[in-house]
């Protein structure tokens, strides 16, 4: 299964807000422990939100870069099909001038 950045970011954000708002639950009764914990949960999930944005950009490249090669590879096609049209364009005229060349080297009828 592939790891998909757009995927998690949503979710990363979503636990760093629900922390968020634990800390403030755990922090009434005065649990200052579980309060603590859940103020690192939402700090590290938060950081983690952060990296996975910028992780995203990295793979719009990866895919605009294949968008590329494949334009190429399309370029590189169109310009096969003119050489192979030219080629059977210089084929046709060198016949046609051998022809000619014939025509005048060879005796009149008589």
Same mark, same amino acid.
């Given at each position: 299964m592939k /790891?998909? #950045?757009?995927?998690? /970011? #949503? $979710?990363?954000? *979503? =636990? @760093?807000? $629900?922390? $968020?708002?634990?800390?403030? /639950?755990?922090?009434? #009764? !005065? %649990?200052?422990? &579980?309060?603590?914990? &859940?103020? !690192?949960?939402? *700090?590290? /999930?938060? =950081?983690?939100?952060?990296? =996975?944005?910028?992780?995203? #950009?990295?793979?719009?490249? =990866? %895919? @605009?870069g294949l968008d590329a090669i494949d334009e190429l590879d399309a370029d590189v096609d169109s310009l096969r099909n003119a050489l192979e049209e030219t080629r059977e364009r210089l084929d046709f005229a060198e016949r046609m001038l051998a022809e000619r060349v014939e025509r005048r080297e060879a005796p009149p009828p008589r």
């Open positions: /790891f998909r #950045p757009a995927v998690w /970011f #949503p $979710i990363a954000t *979503v =636990l @760093s807000a $629900i922390n $968020i708002a634990a800390v403030w /639950f755990a922090a009434r #009764p !005065g %649990e200052t422990w &579980h309060a603590t914990v &859940h103020a !690192g949960l939402a *700090v590290a /999930f938060g =950081l983690w939100a952060q990296r =996975l944005r910028t992780a995203v #950009p990295a793979r719009n490249d =990866l %895919e @605009s």
